[in-house]
Nanobody
Framework: QVQLVESGGGSVQAGGSLTLSCEYS????????MGWFRQVPKGREAVASL??????KYTESAKGRFNISRDDAKHALYLQMNSLNPEDSALYYC????????????????????WGRGTQVTVSS
């Protein structure tokens, strides 16, 4: 059984930084697309994605501030977040798709079949 566990969330002031980590255990036959999502009123929106081949995509508000990376040896996915602002406050989830490659734009939440439980990020002004 696959499990994803996020960590690294917390409370920071505007302008601060956080690094989210997602460690997975269990067997994932092939990870086609990996991503970080956050919960917003309309649902879960993709913040960043990382394809099997290493292509990175970011939502417009995250470009230049966030960086997604992975460490295959540690079975981990990361999201480095800099210059945080209150609009970044949300519950952040990591997710993988074992079935579909990353699309040319950011993946929809429905594309992903493995999810963590989330880690809260709160940015105060």
């Amino acid at each position: 059984q696959v499990q994803l566990v996020e960590s690294g969330g917390g409370s920071v002031q505007a302008g601060g930084s956080l690094t989210l980590s997602c460690e997975y255990s269990g067997s994932i036959r092939s990870m086609q697309c990996m991503g970080w999502f956050r919960q917003v009123p309309k649902g879960r929106e993709a913040v960043a994605s990382l394809s099997r081949g290493g292509t990175r995509k970011y939502t417009e508000s995250a470009k230049g501030r966030f960086n997604i990376s992975r460490d295959d040896a540690k079975h981990a996915l990361y999201l480095q977040m800099n210059s945080l602002n209150p609009e970044d406050s949300a519950l952040y989830y990591c997710a993988y798709s074992s079935q579909y490659p990353c699309p040319w734009n950011l993946p929809a939440a429905s594309l992903m079949d493995y999810w963590g439980r989330g880690t809260q990020v709160t940015v105060s002004s």
